[in-house]
């Protein structure tokens, strides 16, 4: 049994959470909270598998809730809020930096027509989430070790553009990497994140919020330009035609995964070949990493993020198994090496910090 602690300052969201966990018969909620610190409090006499959490609560929120979990009695925890515009704070995303894996949407109704795809998504991710092994977080983390760049006669010439794919944990992954590029980095960047489609929005913004290049949701039709990085709406495949313009499509009925990452190394391989860059990212399951390994054998050059700095190592791991990832490096790395790729270098921290 899957045990799962429910924390949400609302009875009514409380009660529907519990009904939709507890009518699967591999799990068991085994307690609920009104906030984070009646969390804390019943993590300190039992402890469950996975943790739902709600962001906006009183007494401790979701973020200060998550960072106090993952700095003493780590678990997997899953934020699960109401709350779709989260262009109106960044408590939501700064979750993801304490260490939740996920963002979900809060389940509508039994009533409403979306409440089956819904509550079957909520109990996918519990049960995805209850076989990760998250470690401890300090309350101040400690600088990681920039790794050195590789040298420029290891890497390609000719790089016209960068893929990236991420899901669980992925999001900071991903930021750390778009904002160690300069405002005039010479490529552009296509980034696949598995997100529910409502927080794509606020996840660009949250993005843009610490990054010097442009960062868009991508429409169809756009035309990819240098520093840019262009974010796969939810719902919709991404790739780049032979116009060298974005090309979004519809995935087949029932694909759990859309956008999905292999889709977007597929279009990478087909379309740029050996001067593409692929990137896989933390994420649970193996999406992207046949795509990574089409794009090594046309010449790319592919990486997969390290064990280390991974939130969830799955989709890193099965490209590496695969042999699929030239690299493998932290996010730091890959900055490094995107810089090192595009003629760069990176700019020396003030202070020797």
């Not at 010097?212 to 949701?217: F, H, P, Q």
Request: proline content about 7%.
């Amino acid at each position: 049994m899957i045990k799962v602690l429910i924390v949400d300052d609302s009875p009514l969201a409380r009660e529907l959470l519990e009904h939709v966990l507890s009518a699967d018969p591999e799990i068991e909620v085994i307690g609920c909270a009104g906030n984070g610190l009646e969390a804390i409090a019943f993590l300190e006499e039992r402890r469950p598998d996975v943790v739902i959490m709600d962001v906006y609560m009183p007494g401790m929120d979701g973020f200060q809730a998550t960072r106090r979990i993952m700095a003493e009695r780590p678990v997997p925890v899953i934020i699960v809020t109401a709350t779709l515009d989260p262009k109106a704070d960044s408590t939501l995303f700064r979750t993801l930096e304490a260490g939740a894996l996920a963002l979900l949407p809060k389940p509508p109704g039994e009533g409403h027509p979306d409440h089956r795809q819904a509550a079957d998504e909520l109990v996918q991710y519990v049960k995805l989430m209850s076989e990760v092994r998250v470690v401890r977080r300090p309350l101040r983390p400690a600088m990681q070790r920039q790794r050195a760049p590789a040298k420029d006669g290891e890497l390609p010439s000719k790089i016209q553009i960068v893929a990236i794919g991420a899901s669980a944990g992925g999001p900071v992954a991903v930021r750390s990497i778009l904002a160690s590029l300069p405002a005039d980095f010479p490529l552009p960047l296509l980034v696949v994140q598995h997100m529910a489609d409502e927080f794509v929005g606020g996840f660009v913004e949250w993005l843009a919020g610490s990054c010097a290049i442009r960062v868009k949701v991508a429409a169809q039709g756009d035309p990819i330009r240098p520093g840019t990085a262009y974010l796969a709406p939810g719902g919709l495949h991404m790739g780049v035609d032979a116009l060298g313009r974005i090309r979004l499509t519809r995935g087949e009925a029932g694909q759990y995964l859309c956008p999905s990452v292999s889709h977007l190394f597929h279009s990478m391989a087909e379309r740029f070949g050996e001067h593409a860059v692929g990137i896989l990212l933390s994420g649970m399951g193996s999406d992207g990493a046949q795509g990574l390994k089409e794009m090594q054998e046309k010449g790319a050059l592919t990486i997969a993020q390290d064990k280390e700095s991974s939130a969830v190592y799955g989709m890193p791991a099965e490209a590496v198994k695969l042999g699929a990832a030239r690299h493998v490096l932290s996010p730091e790395g890959i900055a490094a090496m995107l810089l090192t790729a595009a003629g760069r270098r990176l700019r020396p921290r003030v202070g020797g910090e």
